[in-house]
């Protein structure tokens, strides 16, 4: 009796307990609305006067106003202070604030979608092709800032190439700052260099050579899976940069053009005697045990095998691999790694469009001069500049002043407190004002060394294809791709030559041959407009 | 008392039966604690495992790394979900009711009206543009609390709940002198607790759950809920696994393989303690609500 009495006691306490935290919530809760509700007035208010001021040959500063941007991705858990330093900078100079957001990368693509199509008031946004950029621009979602530029950001008006800007150009617009920041990222493969000299196996050089340096790996260490985990990736790009198959707009799945050098001879690849050949020379790798048999649905990275010692190859771009290493320089000093890029099949590379990220201006911006006028001095201001994309000197870094090399984090910092200050600060990238970090992979500097010495313009990116004639081909296509041609590309079938004869039979029904019309149809158009034989 | 021995066998295989079931009910959740207290090499080497050979507190030092953040994000939760299902217990309650009294003259066309909702819908967007331009509540706790607060669905069942207690309790408190509201809440609601239990689980479970609206309209860190921080950490592992990791500097790095683990048993295990506790208390109700049909 007392114990039930106890009892119901308790559950009286917690049910007061809860009612009071609720009550205690509420009222907190109520605060926000009105400070928020308080905010926004001030902004709409600013924005009636904003378009007097385009009059004046020097802007006019004299409202203050409080600007909206959005940057893809997660804060650093210091941007908060981070901002705040730059807010002060930016209203001494420009009378402005600017309140940063971060789309989080949880549905980041329909976060985006919806800040676009919903007329949020943004007053700039990062843009990117591979965040559909064009896609958007065509839309008209972007503000055309061809008239704003000269006058509200001079100087990125005129450091920015010619061939930049027509990369962003739709039409006659201009709907995006481009990034000023030649970056290659081809695809490539990282290795075990050690082991490599170890079982003194021939330099990297081409197929062969890789062909006989995972076989001797294999030979002399049956335990280790040389691409251990997917690795999707490492044959298929490798495919496709072997035989120097370029994709176009970005990912075209299975139609390719069949050189740089003739992009309109297009073709699907898999009805290529190179695809023959190829498919039969994978199925010797997966039997001589290069990669597993489950490798297809294997989630692991192939990366994570050359951690715990059981790979030796990983398909990375010059970037990622000279983060893999200095990762691994730090987890696992005793492995020595390789790259190899495969822009050395055909000895050429080609550098990532300019708009592979820039920053854009919605269209139903409030204040997109003053917006202009704060990312002219983020871009070129290196104060600015690198407060944002590198944190507070003297806690995340430190500069060395020889214009090159930073050190993160700074002296006297403890690198597990203050981590690497690293936001998607991509979009106002401008090479001159960059930095990297010292002590950190030299292979890349040279890679890039490499590449701007047989650089070649990036023709094949552009295109712009959204797919809509052939939407129900599209889909059909990429089954018949996952269900039959991803096996065969690595060698997971009995025999490759029926194998290959189905696949190629479901393709021509799934209408692949309609596909290649329409991707032929928009490059033609494409190279005529840009003058490309 | 002797029972018979075909429900003593029956009794025997029962257990078995269940004991195995909730055994394997137990198990992933075991792999994940386990797992969180492995360390990270051996997963990689020889994946999870139930009894981890390198026992360790690194992902959990590294979850806590930042307490505040976590703590913050308990804080958010419990508030929108005691807030979110008690306001909307009310709201739900009071609507069933009204619909449910005869004496409302248009009750079948309103409730017709709420029903119709449930067929059609704006859509996303349609939804996001009224939220965040037309009442302003992007960034805001009432983002989260507002939009789930009443459901179509909720009233429909409370209001046939309400209609199980008899009309002349309504009409002898009427005669005593009862207004509509004193009816309301010295009368419907002590005997609908049943129902409002129901209901006010289904409401709590969805306030906790959610993560898509916070997803949506909530933009500065400390005001995130738990399971979109939770949702968050594995959200930007997976987009490393895309090809825009191509485009991403160097040193963005997937979170590990334990430290997904640590966050899940951060994340869910106060709730697994706390669930028989507040169930009991459901259980109760659902039975007291059947006996009386």
């Known amino acids: 009796m007392a114990q039930t009495k106890r009892k119901k006691a308790g559950i009286g306490m917690l049910a007061a307990l809860l009612l009071a935290t609720t009550l205690a919530g509420c009222s907190k809760d109520n605060n926000k609305p009105s400070a928020s509700g308080s905010a926004s007035p001030n902004a709409s208010a600013s924005g009636n006067t904003s378009p007097a001021a385009s009059e004046a040959n020097k802007p006019d500063i004299s409202k203050k106003v409080t600007l909206n941007w959005y940057l893809l991705g997660d804060a650093h858990k210091d941007t908060e202070k981070v901002v705040a330093e730059w807010n002060k900078m930016l209203e001494q100079d420009l009378n402005t604030t600017v309140k940063l957001n971060f789309t989080s990368w949880t549905d980041w693509q329909t976060k985006y979608n919806l800040l676009l199509t919903s007329g949020e008031k943004i007053d700039m946004i990062f843009a990117s092709s591979w965040a559909d950029y064009y896609k958007f621009a065509k839309k008209g979602a972007f503000m055309d800032l061809k008239d704003l530029l000269p006058t509200y950001a001079p100087e990125t008006w005129n450091t920015v190439p010619k061939q930049d800007w027509d990369d962003v150009s739709v039409g006659e617009s201009i709907f995006a700052v481009p990034s000023t920041f030649p970056e290659y990222t081809p695809d490539g493969i990282v290795y075990r260099e050690d082991w490599r000299q170890q079982l003194n196996l021939p330099e990297i050089t081409d197929l062969n050579s890789i062909e006989a340096y995972l076989d001797g790996v294999k030979k002399a260490k049956p335990k280790v899976i040389p691409i251990n985990g997917k690795a999707w990736n490492e044959q298929f790009y490798l495919f496709l940069s072997n035989f120097d198959f370029k994709q176009i707009g970005g990912d075209s799945g299975l139609i390719v053009a069949k050189s740089y050098d003739t992009p309109r001879d297009i073709v699907a690849y898999p009805f290529t005697q190179e695809f023959e050949d190829w498919v039969k020379r994978m199925k010797t790798w997966a039997q001589k045990g290069f990669w597993s048999s489950n490798t297809l649905s294997d989630q692991q990275e192939a990366g994570d095998g050359i951690k715990t010692g059981n790979g030796a190859v990983y398909w990375r771009n010059p970037a990622g691999a000279g983060g893999f290493i200095n990762d691994l320089k730090k987890s696992n000093p005793d492995i020595q790694l390789g790259y190899f890029p495969f822009t050395r099949f055909h000895n050429y590379a080609t550098p990532n469009l300019s708009i592979n990220n820039g920053m854009a201006i919605p269209k139903s911006a409030a204040n997109p001069e003053r917006s202009l006028m704060v990312l002219d001095k983020l871009r070129n201001d290196p104060k600015y500049f690198n407060l944002m994309t590198y944190g507070i000197a003297g806690l995340h870094y430190d500069d060395l002043g020889d214009g090159k090399h930073i050190v993160v984090p700074a002296k006297g910092q403890d690198p597990k407190v203050v981590t690497k200050y690293d936001i998607a600060s991509w979009g106002w990238r401008y090479e001159p004002n960059m930095r990297s970090e010292e002590g950190g992979w030299d292979g890349l500097d040279k890679l890039n060394e490499e590449f701007k010495a047989e650089s070649k313009p990036n023709i094949f990116a552009p295109v712009l294809m959204d797919y809509q004639e052939v939407k129900t081909q599209v889909t059909a296509v990429n089954q018949v791709f996952q269900q039959y041609g991803q096996p065969l590309m690595m060698g997971l079938v009995s025999d490759p030559e029926k194998a290959l004869a189905t696949y190629r039979e479901k393709l021509k029904k799934a209408g692949i041959d309609e596909l290649l019309a329409y991707v032929q149809k928009q490059t033609n158009a494409y190279l005529d407009e840009k003058g490309i034989q | ?293």
Not at chain 2, 207 to 229: E, R, V
Not at chain 2, 260 to 275: E, N, R, S, W
């Open chain 2, 1 to 293: 008392m002797k029972t018979e021995r075909s429900t003593q066998v029956f009794n025997v295989a029962g257990y078995l039966i269940l004991t195995l079931i909730s055994l394997l009910c137990l198990l992933p959740f075991l792999l994940i604690i386990s797992g969180s207290f492995t360390a990270e090499t051996e997963i990689l080497a020889d994946g999870f495992k139930l009894i981890p050979n390198d026992f360790t507190l690194l992902a959990y030092k590294a979850v806590f790394s930042e307490p505040g953040q976590i703590l913050k994000a308990y804080q958010v939760t419990i508030l929108i979900t005691l807030c979110g299902t008690l306001v909307g217990l009310f709201l739900t309650s009071m609507t069933g009711y009204v619909l449910s009294r005869k004496d409302f003259l248009y009750r079948n066309q309103l409730s017709f009206f709420i029903y119709f909702t449930t067929l059609f819908s704006g859509g996303l967007i349609p939804w996001y543009i009224l939220i965040v331009r037309y009442l302003d509540l992007k960034d805001s706790y009432l983002s989260l609390v507002l939009p789930a607060l009443v459901g179509a669905w909720n009233i429909i069942l409370m209001k046939n709940f309400i209609k199980s207690i008899p009309e002349s309790i309504v009409e002898s408190a009427k005669i005593d002198g009862a207004g509509d509201f004193t009816i309301y809440r010295k009368l419907i609601l002590p005997l609908s607790t049943p129902g409002l239990a129901t209901i006010g689980l289904f409401m709590a479970l969805a306030y906790w759950n959610d993560w898509f609206s916070a997803n949506l309209f909530i933009t500065s860190g400390d005001k995130y809920p738990l399971q979109f921080l939770l949702y968050k950490i594995l959200a930007s592992a997976a987009v490393l696994k895309t090809n825009i990791a191509g485009n991403l500097s160097a040193d963005m790095k997937p979170p590990a393989e334990t430290l997904k683990m640590a966050a899940a048993v951060v994340v869910t295990g106060p709730i697994i303690f706390l669930y028989p506790f507040v169930q009991r208390f459901f259980v109760k109700g659902l039975t007291i609500g059947a006996i009386k049909g």
